[in-house]
């Protein structure tokens, strides 16, 4: 069973940064896509991003220019380096992993945008 663990997510204000990361139980380059959604309070689960095996990445049209993703295959780990965060950032971060057929999810981490 593939697991997924995220981390990183913490309070933090308007303006800054934060990284969040997302370790998988195996190695990374076997997934054909992993990427991020999140979910804010009594909103739909909304796509954030996805790098794939190739490292081409793919972002919501509303964090393009603020948030990268990228991939550390020695620790199988997926990042995702938020910058310039906005309270509308406030959210569940939920971690993806896409291997055919299967799609595996991590239990979210809080990231939380306030002064």
Same mark, same amino acid.
């Given at each position: 069973?593939?697991?997924l663990v995220e981390s990183g997510g913490e309070l933090v204000q308007p303006g800054?940064?934060?990284?969040?990361?997302?370790?998988?139980?195996?190695?990374?380059?076997?997934?054909?896509?992993?990427? /991020?959604?999140?979910?804010?309070p009594g909103k739909q689960r909304e796509f954030v991003g996805r790098i794939t095996?190739?490292?081409?990445?793919?972002?919501?049209?509303?964090?393009?220019?603020?948030?990268?993703?990228?991939?550390?295959?020695?620790?199988?780990?997926?990042?995702?380096?938020?910058?310039?965060?906005?309270?509308?950032?406030? $959210?569940?971060?939920?971690?993806?992993?896409? $291997? /055919?057929?299967?799609?595996?999810?991590?239990?979210?981490?809080?990231?939380?945008?306030?002064?």
């Amino acid at each position: 069973q593939v697991q997924l663990v995220e981390s990183g997510g913490e309070l933090v204000q308007p303006g800054g940064s934060l990284t969040l990361s997302c370790e998988a139980s195996r190695q990374i380059v076997t997934f054909n896509v992993v990427g /991020w959604y999140r979910q804010a309070p009594g909103k739909q689960r909304e796509f954030v991003g996805r790098i794939t095996g190739s490292g081409r990445t793919h972002y919501v049209d509303s964090v393009k220019g603020r948030f990268t993703i990228s991939g550390d295959t020695a620790k199988n780990t997926v990042y995702l380096q938020m910058n310039s965060l906005n309270p509308d950032d406030t $959210a569940v971060y939920y971690c993806y992993a896409h $291997a /055919w057929p299967r799609e595996y999810w991590g239990q979210g981490t809080q990231v939380t945008v306030s002064s």
